[in-house]
T-cell receptor
């Protein structure tokens, strides 16, 4: 299947700083990308959906000014957690889909720890 | 709203044992149903899917049947291997095209011992 690469796999940052997570589609053009968040022992929760060149659509309850999503090209989307706090510590996963395929392919996830 | 409930883990089995991971869902209409697997250090991979009632998805010896009457999509395998050790997620999707969203269960960690 198609490959989606997410970077970094783990990151530790200090409270108040910002962290950027990258999601790349390596062998296809990702017209749509999804960002999920997973708390320990909880489901993956969809945070936002982004289409290339458009503003992201955020799910209810997700702060768009805190979780900045950029999908400027067909192979790259970024999630920036701004002014991170310990409660933002979580597992973040992206997935990507091209315009021909209804299935989305997932990255390996990023474990964010805010201290 | 839509939701997926799957069996709490962790599940520990010996090699060649039978596996069942229960999954039930709540959704309006006719969602598509999925099982994803996440091996250690890797992203989620689609394991199998079913798009309508009574469909059976199968892959790598795993099977699941879309049961609308019981709103279930239980994952089964007759003989597990050590290499099946992973976290398994049940999920549903409604909508078509760009509006589709996946709703996941909490995941069930499976460990298979030799």
């Amino acid at each position: 299947g198609a490959v989606v690469s997410q970077h970094p796999s783990r990151v530790i940052c200090k409270s108040g700083t910002s962290v950027k997570i990258e999601c790349r589609s390596l062998d296809f053009q990702a017209t749509t990308m999804f960002w999920y968040r997973q708390f320990p022992k909880q489901s993956l929760m969809l945070m936002a959906t982004s289409n290339e060149g458009s503003k992201a659509t955020y799910e209810q309850g997700v702060e768009k000014d805190k979780f900045l999503i950029n999908h400027a090209s067909l192979t790259l989307s970024t999630l920036t957690v701004t002014s991170a706090h310990p409660e933002d510590s979580s597992f973040y996963i992206c997935s990507a889909r091209d315009s021909w395929n209804t299935e989305a392919f997932f990255g390996q996830g990023t474990r964010l720890t805010v201290v | 709203g839509d939701s997926v409930t799957q069996m709490e883990g962790p599940v520990t089995l010996s090699e060649e044992a039978c596996l069942t991971i229960n999954c039930t869902y709540t959704a309006t209409g006719y969602p598509s149903l999925f099982w994803y697997v996440q091996y250690p250090g890797e992203g989620l991979q689609l394991l199998l899917k079913a798009t309508k009632a009574d469909d059976k998805g199968s892959n790598k010896g795993f099977e699941a049947t879309y049961r609308k009457e019981t709103t279930s999509f239980h994952l089964e395998k007759g003989s597990v291997q050590v290499s099946d050790s992973a976290v398994y997620f049940c999920a549903l999707r409604r909508g078509q095209g760009g509006s589709e969203k996946l709703v996941f269960g909490k995941g069930t960690k499976l460990t298979v011992n030799p």
